[in-house]
C-alpha cells in the first residue's frame, strides 16, 4: 500500500483563493518531499522538508511537518490557473545508504481562471 | 539541456512482445530509478540502482529487468508484454536528501 496518503484527492478552487493539501504517513523519515505533475509530464520537485524541521516556506509554497501525528500539509497561496496539476508528497528513509522514496497518491488540483 | 531523458515518450504494442526504455541523466547522480504510474495516478517505484547495483526491488514480475550499463543509463527491459503491462513509466535520478529528478515518461500501450 502507498505510504503517503493525500487527502483530498481532488480540489478545485478560484485563482487568487488558497489551496491546502494534506499528507499522512506511516513509518519514519528523514525528510518529506512535495512534487508536482502537470498533466502529460514527469513529476517536478518542489519543497523538501527535513523530519527536524516544522515549517518552510518557498515562494507562495508553505509546507508544514507533524512527525508525532506523521501528517504534512502544503499550502499554495494566491493560487493562478498555472497552478492546476497533481501534487504528491513523497517520504524519504535513509537505510543503510539506500533512499527508499514512497510516494502518496496525489491530490489534483484544479484553478478557475 | 535536459538532465533526465528517456525513449521512446510513445511506446505502442502487441501482447506477447519484448520492449526497452532508454533512460538517460546527466546530472552525476548515483542513484537511478524506474517508476510505473498507472491509469489512477498512483506512482509505484519498480527499481532502483546504486553504482550499478540493484538495491531495491519491489515485487515487479521478472519479465522486467533493469540494465545499466553505466552510472549515467539506467534502460528497462520488457518481457512478453500483457495488458495490464500498459502505463506511464518514468525515469528518474536522485541527488542530494534524495530529492528525485524526473524524466518526461513514456506511456506504453499494449495491444
Known amino acids: 500500500s502507498q505510504q503517503g496518503e493525500e487527502d483530498p484527492q481532488a480540489l478545485s478552487i478560484q485563482e487568487g483563493e488558497n489551496a491546502t493539501m494534506n499528507c499522512s504517513y506511516k513509518t519514519s523519515i528523514n525528510n518529506l518531499q512535495w512534487y508536482r505533475q502537470n498533466s502529460g509530464r514527469g513529476l517536478v520537485h518542489l519543497i523538501l522538508i527535513r523530519s527536524n524541521e516544522r515549517e518552510k516556506h518557498s515562494g507562495r509554497l508553505r509546507v508544514t511537518l507533524d512527525t508525532s501525528k506523521k501528517s504534512s500539509s502544503l499550502l499554495i497561496t494566491a493560487s493562478r490557473a498555472a497552478d492546476t496539476a497533481s501534487y504528491f508528497c513523497a517520504t524519504v528513509l535513509f537505510d543503510t545508504g539506500r533512499r527508499a522514496l514512497t510516494f502518496g497518491s496525489g491530490t489534483r488540483l484544479q484553478v478557475q481562471p | 539541456d535536459t538532465a533526465v531523458s528517456q525513449t521512446p515518450k510513445y511506446l505502442v504494442t502487441q501482447m506477447g512482445n519484448d520492449k526497452s526504455i532508454k533512460c538517460e541523466q546527466n546530472l552525476g547522480h548515483d542513484t537511478m530509478y524506474w517508476y510505473k504510474q498507472d491509469s489512477k495516478k498512483f506512482l509505484k517505484i519498480m527499481f532502483s540502482?546504486?553504482?550499478?547495483?540493484?538495491?531495491i526491488n519491489e515485487t515487479v514480475p521478472n519479465r522486467f529487468s533493469p540494465k545499466s550499463p553505466d552510472k549515467a543509463h539506467l534502460n528497462l527491459h520488457i518481457n512478453s508484454l500483457e495488458l495490464g503491462d500498459s502505463a506511464v513509466y518514468f525515469c528518474?535520478?536522485?541527488?542530494?536528501?534524495?530529492?528525485?529528478?524526473f524524466g518526461p515518461g513514456t506511456r506504453l500501450t499494449v495491444l
Open positions: 528518474a535520478s536522485s541527488g542530494y536528501q534524495g530529492t528525485q529528478y
Open positions: 540502482y546504486n553504482n550499478k547495483e540493484l538495491i
